[in-house]
T-cell receptor, first 117, second 114 residues
Framework: AQSVAQPEDQVNVAEGNPLTVKCTYS??????LFWYVQYPNRGLQFLLK??????LVKGSYGFEAEFNKSQTSFHLKKPSALVSDSALYFC???????????????FGTGTLLAVQP | KAGVTQTPRYLIKTRGQQVTLSCSPI?????VSWYQQTPGQGLQFLFE???????NKGNFPGRFSGRQFSNSRSEMNVSTLELGDSALYLC?????????????FGEGSRLTVL
């Protein structure tokens, strides 16, 4: 079964420092990987995705993610954190497509990013 | 363009009652999915609809049901509510021209079961 794991419940970083939010995956076949962000009392917002191609994927708000097949990881990164980046971040993988198109996503448990001023 | 709209935003029910939640997708989006978010179980997939057809269903009991109308609006219903059904229910829509898994979420309907 497809799954993703986010080993850190919370990541603390000072404003201006680089940030990394970790995600590892376990899939059958080629993975479709995603990062979403959730601000307090809001729905999720799409940040970026990896389907195929370059291992470094750029997304919204200056975020990027690096796909590493050998380490089965898809870590989210940003060179310089902002206080406004503080939110809950979810890694997700698309479920296997058994002959029919699906957009079912399997989400990780989420990582709370806290950026201190 | 208006985003995904979910109603009601907040509601309180008692055990044994039923509830219907509504979702209006972004104009032109024909795919609608529902997710349940709880502190204990995280985000769990409920259903996916496309052009009024249920395309996929998650591992929830039969008390959870949904449908999609010809204008792509969707509803989900939970009957015989249990305390454990308290959650944020999120609806998401997707454009047919968008990439797989690129979902636009509403702000959710927060259900509290007493």
């Amino acid at each position: 079964a497809q799954s993703v794991a986010q080993p850190e419940d919370q990541v603390n970083v000072a404003e201006g420092n680089p940030l990394t939010v970790k995600c590892t995956y376990s899939v059958s076949g080629n993975p479709y990987l995603f990062w979403y962000v959730q601000y307090p009392n809001r729905g999720l917002q799409f940040l970026l995705k990896y389907i195929t191609g370059d291992n470094l994927v750029k997304g919204s708000y200056g975020f990027e993610a690096e796909f590493n097949k050998s380490q089965t990881s898809f870590h989210l990164k940003k060179p310089s954190a902002l206080v406004s980046d503080s939110a809950l971040y979810f890694c997700a993988v698309r479920d296997r497509d058994y002959g029919g198109a699906t957009n079912k996503l399997i989400f990780g448990t989420g990582t709370l990013l806290a950026v201190q001023p | 363009k208006a985003g995904v709209t979910q109603t009601p935003r907040y509601l309180i029910k008692t055990r044994g009652q039923q509830v219907t939640l509504s979702c209006s997708p972004i104009s032109g989006h024909r795919s609608v999915s529902w997710y349940q978010q709880t502190p204990g179980q995280g985000l769990q997939f409920l259903f996916e609809y496309f052009s009024e057809t249920q395309r996929n269903k998650g591992n929830f009991p039969g008390r959870f049901s949904g449908r999609q109308f010809s204008n792509s609006r969707s509803e989900m219903n939970v009957s015989t509510l249990e305390l454990g059904d308290s959650a944020l229910y999120l609806c998401a829509s997707r454009s047919t021209s968008g990439g797989p898994g690129e979902l636009f979420f509403g702000e959710g309907s927060r259900l509290t079961v007493l």
